[in-house]
């Protein structure tokens, strides 16, 4: 006879269980999935017992303040994420079958957003989705989605929030931009419509080193930390950096740029086409790298046809 073999079976799951701990997750407690998944608190609590009982693994630290995933918990909390959306996914294809998308798609996005490049989009998604009606919120602050009843947010952020769900769609650049003129004199090298400081004398190089340089006149959002952008701009150009105007609208930043009034930090889908022709000029300045525009929304259970064919929409075309 040969000895049998011991084979390693994968525990047994409920799949309400599951979702229960992910709602957990993404509301943040106990309470606010029990309202979001319209469940008694103590069920809740009966469901997360036995999901741990049937991995054999605690996946959440509790106090009566706080909750944090375990190493255990945010393996399987990610690992599952995929599983659920691939189960929801082909839950939704066979479900809705040929049915269309459709209602009213609220979204909140950057104030940048406000360019033709993006308005194209929309009309692209309208062509292939003409059910859906969009009702888009432009802000540069972060908003509730909950609260303020949007479906989606297009937001630039490395650290989504925890409790909310955050779709990749692209990297988005972001350059310190001016108008030539505003450039004539700057003594830094490399900077395209810059003027190279005239030889001197050496008799009045001391005075024109005591002469220090007008300092650059600058833009800022008044929503971020000024020091997180001008450290490197200074650095980078050798000079003084004056904030002359502030705004929370980056579009009126953008056309304050154009009128001359200073450099303006911007993102590549407003300035491009204007960097291409001359009307504007990019500082040689490090900044960081691209960041990543997310679509972020509040939950993927029973995610509406409109919200998932607009989010599936947006990642394939700017993808590309």
């Not at 003027?195 to 006149?217: E, F, I, K, W």
């Not at 919200?307 to 947006?314: K, N, P, V, Y």
Request: glycine share 6%; net charge positive; charged share 15%.
């Amino acid at each position: 006879m040969f000895p049998m073999q011991a084979t390693m079976t994968a525990p047994e799951i409920d799949l309400t269980s599951m979702r229960v701990f992910h709602a957990i997750v993404e509301a943040g407690s106990f309470a606010a999935a029990a309202d979001r998944l319209g469940m008694a608190p103590p069920m809740v609590s009966k469901h997360m017992a036995r999901l741990e009982r049937a991995l054999g693994a605690r996946l959440l630290h509790r106090t009566s303040r706080s909750m944090r995933l375990t190493e255990a918990g945010t393996a399987f909390h990610e690992q599952s994420r995929q599983a659920l959306e691939l189960l929801d996914a082909a839950t939704v294809s066979v479900g809705q079958g040929q049915q269309q998308p459709q209602g009213e798609l609220r979204i909140s996005a950057p104030v940048w957003c406000a360019t033709p490049r993006f308005a194209a989009l929309l009309a692209d998604y309208r062509r292939a989705c003409p059910a859906v009606r969009l009702d888009l919120h432009l802000d540069n602050h972060m908003v509730d989605l909950v609260s303020g009843g949007f479906d989606v947010a297009l937001r630039m952020t490395a650290e989504p929030a925890p409790q909310l769900i955050a779709r990749p769609l692209c990297a988005m650049a972001f350059h310190w931009v001016a108008v030539p003129g505003l450039l004539q004199g700057l003594p830094a090298a490399g900077i395209p419509g810059g003027t190279a400081a005239p030889a001197v004398p050496a008799a009045s190089a001391a005075a024109s080193a005591a002469a220090a340089p007008p300092p650059l006149p600058v833009i800022l959002p008044n929503y971020v930390s000024p020091d997180r952008l001008t450290a490197g701009l200074q650095q980078a150009l050798g000079r003084r950096i004056e904030a002359v105007m502030q705004s929370s609208d980056t579009t009126l930043s953008y056309h304050a740029a154009q009128a001359g009034i200073g450099a303006a930090f911007m993102p590549a889908w407003l300035v491009e086409d204007d960097l291409a022709h001359g009307r504007l000029l990019r500082l040689p300045v490090d900044t960081g790298g691209a960041r990543t525009l997310h679509a972020v929304y509040a939950s993927r259970r029973q995610m509406p046809l409109k919200l998932r064919s607009f989010i599936d929409f947006l990642a394939q075309r700017l993808a590309a």
